[in-house]
Every structure is written in C-alpha cells, then in structure tokens.
C-alpha cells in the first residue's frame, strides 16, 4: 500500500481521497490536524458498516479531542473497491496483521489511538496484541467480539433472512457500492459451521496498553461477557463501560455517553507515544 492521495497537503481536503493497496482503492477521510501536529485516532468499522456510517461521530471526536481523526472503509465496504469472496475465516486477523499496520504507514501515523466497532473492535484488538505497534498507546473496543455466542449467531442469521427477503439489501445499498460483497462477506464468514468455535483470547492476553471496553447492556450481538474478558485477559489498564438503553450500534444510540469516554479515554491516554505505561485497572463495573 503507498499513501496515494493521502498527504499532509489533502488531510483536511473536503474531497473523498483514497489509499492504493495494491491497485485497490480504499475510501478514507481525515478530521482535524494531520499526524505531525497532533496525535491521531484511527476509526475501524462495524461488520457491515463503512467511513460514512460512522455519520457525525469523527468530527465531532476531532473537535472534542484537538486530535486528527482518519477513517476509511475495508475493501468490500462503502464506495472502495470490492474484495475477492469468499472472506477466509480468518479475515480479522488479515485486517489486523496485514491491512491496517499499512493503513497506518500510508497516512503518517506517529502516535495516537484505535477505536473499533464490533467487527472493527475486533480488528482492533488483534491488532494491540499481535502487531504490538508502539505508535499506538491505547485501543477503544466499542461492542467487540473475542468469542461466538448463540444469541449473536441467531440474529445473525435473521440478519440473513432480512438481507435474502426483506429490505435490508437495499438500505445498506445506500452505503456500499458492492452490496453484495459487504453482506456475504461478513454474514458467510459468521454463520460458516467451522466459525462457530472461533475466538482471539490469546491476542487479548498480550495486549500491554490501556483498553476502554464500551457495550450497550442490550447488545443483540453479545452478553457483557464480551467486555468482561478484556478485564481478565488484558495485561494493561482497562477501563469498562456499560451503556444503559443501548443496544449495538452505540455511536448512533448513545452518542453523548461515547464522545464523553472516548474523548476522556484520548485525553489521558492518546498522546503518550512510546512512553512505559503504569499497569493499574481503571474500571467501572458492568
């Protein structure tokens, strides 16, 4: 991947730049100062989610942190190009291990944070405890997945039957231009038999740096058990947070609550670059 239309002269540009994988384009916008001025916090979206449904979320995070705020959606998702199907089982650890350190090159990343939603959260947490990239000083995890769950498996299959005979083919057409590739690509990977056992507890043990794990109490896709592993696993400070009247997509449902936590979590945490972190838990209790 090289930087294509990604610089520091374009970071605040209005138009829709693009980073070059490999001939591939992947959508992407930057918020407020570029790498050099400020630390910088990297968004990943959800398993059917894209830069732009992130809506208002990163600029308003710019404007509440000071810090740069880039997103971009995964091949397959939003306006990049679309990817090759079917999705390994392992495509998570791909996005993690072999995408995003290059994202990271590509835009100037020195020091900042990653905040994940769901599948992104997952990426991300893959990510702190495989790449173990000293540049980034803390992970946001924002509905993560470490483990299947019967209950999420089941609405991802009604998700499914929504997709095959409902209309949610063409809601989420107005934000993919590969529909298609979007949908199967995350729903085939979940509901694929030899998925059910999939789980990336052993990245999580080996994440050093601070954690803030986020979940809506009413999360379709998860019990809290999926933050309350963080807290068991994680060698770094974790914070936990539960949002109350919220089910899985927290920026659109509680955003308020989550600009407040991710922007108190960047404050004390984004812009320690390489500096030794203290070990302590700073948590609340689900």
């Not at 199907?85 to 998570?92: A, E, I, Q």
């Not at 009604?158 to 199967?184: E, M, P």
């Not at 500096?275 to 838990?281: M, N």
Request: proline share 7%; charged share 20%; with cysteine.
């Amino acid at each position: 991947m090289n930087g294509q239309g990604v610089s520091w002269q374009n970071w605040r540009s209005i138009e829709a730049p693009t980073l070059d994988m490999d001939g591939a384009r992947l959508e992407c916008r930057a918020w407020g100062p570029p790498p050099h001025e400020a630390p910088t916090i990297v968004l990943l979206h959800e398993g059917l989610g894209s830069m732009a449904l992130w809506r208002d979320f990163p600029n308003r995070l710019a404007e509440a942190t000071g810090h740069g705020v880039f997103a971009f959606s995964r091949l397959g998702y939003g306006r990049s190009d679309a990817c090759a199907l079917p999705r390994p089982l392992d495509f998570m650890t791909h996005e993690a291990v072999d995408v995003l350190p290059r994202v990271l090159d590509a835009i100037g990343f020195r020091r900042g944070l990653i905040v994940g939603h769901s599948d992104g959260a997952s990426i991300a947490a893959i990510h702190a405890g495989t790449v173990a990239d000293p540049r980034v000083t803390g992970i946001v995890l924002i509905a993560p997945h470490f483990f299947t769950e019967p209950m999420g498996l089941a609405e991802i299959a009604k998700a499914r039957q929504a997709f095959d005979h409902g209309d949610l083919r063409t809601r989420l057409a107005r934000y993919h231009d590969h529909v298609d590739a979007a949908f199967r690509g995350w729903n085939d990977v979940w509901l694929h038999p030899d998925f059910a056992s999939w789980q990336i507890t052993e990245p999580l043990s080996r994440i050093d740096r601070p954690v803030l794990a986020i979940q809506g109490r009413g999360d379709q896709y998860g019990t809290l058990a999926q933050i309350e592993i963080v807290r068991e696993l994680a060698r770094g400070p974790v914070e936990l947070a539960v949002l109350e009247d919220c089910r899985h997509a927290c920026h659109i449902e509680q955003p308020e609550r989550l600009m407040t936590l991710v922007a108190g979590f960047a404050e004390r945490f984004a812009g320690q670059g390489a500096r030794p972190l203290v070990a302590t838990h700073r948590e609340s209790k689900p």
